[in-house]
């Protein structure tokens, strides 16, 4: 039994070892990180930054300069071309037969197409799910605006399964009510809050429907009008002047630290633009910075990475994805080979685990790391959806990671005004960047 023994041993010693470290990572960033003040630096000096725009450009630069001071050995941009959408004033009233015009806070959904500056009028008739409203005629919908008023749901622990469940009103609702001769869409937006706050976000036309205007209200907007509607007849009047102006040539920003046993690659990422509301901090300012974060605390402690760990900073996640396709179609011709690649991009609150997509015998070897995480809070690690922006990269068997913040607050201001820097707690932040820089360390150790 001696070789059992002495190979225990030697296992125990590397986790030593490896502790060791960790605890160097942590240190250096919870006392000497940066990601923070480079967080209030974004936001209030960039601020929101939606592709296409002249904010996003502003950005660009600002990443291209905060790699080279985290000690990049190379930076660059990666054109990318993207699609340009402008909201552009926008509002909604609605009245009761014998009442005057109210203002309802409201936000154009992204993508969508608006009322070209002029006021478009109809009686709004409701609907709370989409099944229901596949079971009307459609005598009952042309020439109406429908309100979907589906909440997010509460009884969901993870939020992102709420998230999910509820996507599918912002994405697909106007080409169904298009279908059926409806003049445009309110939405009851995304969010697990009890605000007023609306949220925007993306939604999509099919091929050969009519482009309605979508708008997004908040939850106690949703209620108050719910209410209206179910006693008496209610008419609303949208006017915006939002819509798609084409195209343009844009990038995404990216820079590494070389390896010095070869040139396989480990990705570092969040996605640069953000919605044209609040300031983009968590939605993904907060990914941004923490992806900055690792390869500066690599230059700082000195670690000597095996492989070439590059953070890169992807464009138009958020209508369109052309950052994440782009990278990862530029790997069909450059050949380049990727290990590994971890995004976040679900908020800078306190992290609790990973989200693995990967074959299972990496994913059996990242979850017997798991007693190294522990004692930073970590300890949720599991198979699930990776992320949008590296999820393209899955065709060239690249093992993926998304990491996993505490969710319960990041829906009550995604895609909002209120996601803004002062949201962000510093602590919280920064753990999620160590929570990365640990599970690079260990990539970029045990994996050839």
Excluded at 305 to 318: D, G, K, M, P, Q
Excluded at 324 to 333: K, P, Q
Excluded at 376 to 400: E, Q
Excluded at 410 to 431: G, K, M, Q, T
């Amino acid at each position: 039994m001696l070789i059992p023994l002495i190979a225990s041993g030697f296992f125990f010693a590397q986790q030593k070892d490896d502790a060791m470290v960790f605890s160097k990572i942590s240190g250096q960033i919870l006392n000497h990180g940066e990601a923070y003040e480079e967080l209030r630096d974004l936001t209030k000096n960039v601020g929101h930054r939606l592709s296409g725009s002249a904010a996003y450009e502003k950005a660009t630069q600002w990443a291209l300069q905060q790699l080279k001071n985290a000690g990049a050995d190379k930076v660059w941009l990666q054109p990318v071309k993207v699609p340009v959408w402008i909201r552009g004033k926008e509002s909604l009233h609605i009245k009761t037969a014998n009442g005057q015009w109210q203002t309802v806070n409201m936000l154009s959904l992204g993508n969508s197409e608006g009322t070209n500056g002029k006021d478009l009028t109809g009686d709004i008739i409701l609907v709370k799910t989409i099944e229901e409203f596949n079971a009307l005629p459609e005598s009952a919908v042309k020439g109406k605006i429908v309100f979907f008023n589906y909440p997010f749901r509460q009884d969901f622990i993870q939020t992102f399964e709420g998230y999910g469940d509820i996507g599918k009103y912002r994405s697909t609702t106007a080409s169904l009510v298009a279908k059926k001769g409806g003049k445009a869409v309110i939405i009851r937006s995304l969010s697990s809050a009890t605000d007023d706050a609306p949220h925007t976000g993306a939604m999509k036309y099919e091929d050969g429907t009519e482009k309605i205007p979508a708008v997004a209200i908040g939850p106690r907007g949703a209620d108050n009008l719910a209410k209206l509607i179910q006693t008496q007849k209610v008419t609303a009047k949208l006017n915006s002047n939002c819509g798609m102006k084409g195209e343009v040539m844009s990038n995404s920003v990216i820079g590494e630290i070389t390896g010095n046993k070869d040139q396989k690659v480990i990705v570092v990422g969040g996605h640069l633009d953000s919605w044209d509301v609040g300031e983009g901090a968590q939605d993904d300012g907060a990914g941004i910075v923490q992806s900055i974060e690792v390869l500066r605390t690599f230059k700082k402690l000195g670690v000597k990475n095996n492989h070439t760990i590059r953070a890169v900073l992807f464009a138009n996640e958020e209508n369109g994805n052309r950052g994440g396709e782009t990278y990862a179609s530029n790997l069909d011709t450059s050949k380049e080979p990727h290990l590994f690649a971890i995004e976040s991009d679900a908020g800078g609150y306190s992290p609790r685990g990973f989200f693995l997509e990967m074959n299972p015998e990496k994913s059996a070897q990242i979850k017997s790391w798991k007693p190294l995480f522990e004692p930073y809070g970590v300890y949720n690690i599991v198979d699930s959806y990776s992320g949008t922006d590296i999820r393209p990269m899955k065709k060239h068997n690249v093992a993926l990671v998304g990491l996993m913040p505490d969710s319960q607050r990041y829906f009550d201001l995604h895609h909002s005004a209120s996601d803004i820097f002062e949201a962000v707690n510093r602590r919280e932040l920064l753990l999620g960047a160590s929570a990365m820089t640990q599970l690079i360390y260990m990539i970029d150790k045990y994996w050839e």
